[in-house]
């Protein structure tokens, strides 16, 4: 894989590995284009990190920008379509100005039915890698299930395992 100038996969404290920029970037400037494999939600392709690129289309990343974390305050976002010509594609691109050594992270807003703990540790994480807009949703189950729980302790059945 051919290294993409400006970032670097390193350790990170977020989560296993990671990527910092290995310069200054601005605001709105594109970090890279993510070179992948296009792949459509029939097929049998088990990668639960492909981006989601539209309805039914995924990029499944083979470059660099693979290890780029995921932040509930990120200072990237992706973007990404379908072409002209009907190949994906897509780009990273910095929400703020970016300095160097930073470690580049971005939303990955899961749905809720894919929604895992989250370790970003900013002052407002969702403690989900969540879709914003599914967070109220993922709170009423919580409830309901938090409330279920305390009903069968209340009955002596104990909890589920």
Known sequence: ??????????????????????????????????????????????????????????????DQTRWINHSCAPNCEIEADIDENGNAWARIVALRPIQRGEELTYDYAFPLELAEPCHCGTPNCRTMIIDPDELPRYQKLMARRRSAAARRQQRGTGTRG
Do not use: C, N
């Open 1 to 62: 894989m051919p290294k993409l100038p400006g970032i670097q996969v390193v350790r990170s404290s977020i989560h296993g590995y990671g990527v910092v920029a290995t310069r200054d970037f601005a605001e709105l400037e594109e970090i890279a284009e993510v070179d992948g494999v296009a792949w459509r939600e029939d097929e049998p392709v088990d990668d639960r990190y492909s981006l989601w690129i539209v309805d039914g289309i995924y990029m499944d990343m083979v």
